[in-house]
């Protein structure tokens, strides 16, 4: 798939996301290791921006919860 494919399809599952007032975070491998701490500040000051704007009510997203089933037990 090229580049370009990818980074198409990318925005679309982020616009699909964002119709619904959720916010979007991006993360990097920098963020989970020597950046953890920068990461986690900006990431809890983007949670409570989107909480500010849109609220905490996601009942609108219930048509599209998929439940969760546990799998059979092996024998």
Known sequence: MRAADVLWDEKQRQDFVCG???GVSRITA???H??????RR???R????TCARFGTDISDLA???VPYVLPAPRL
């Open 42 to 44: 900006r990431l809890l």
């Open 63 to 65: 048509p599209y919860v």
């Open 30 to 32: 920098h963020d989970c």
């Open 20 to 22: 619904f007032k959720l």
């Open 34 to 39: 020597a950046g953890r701490e920068a990461a």
């Open 46 to 49: 983007e949670y409570a921006d």
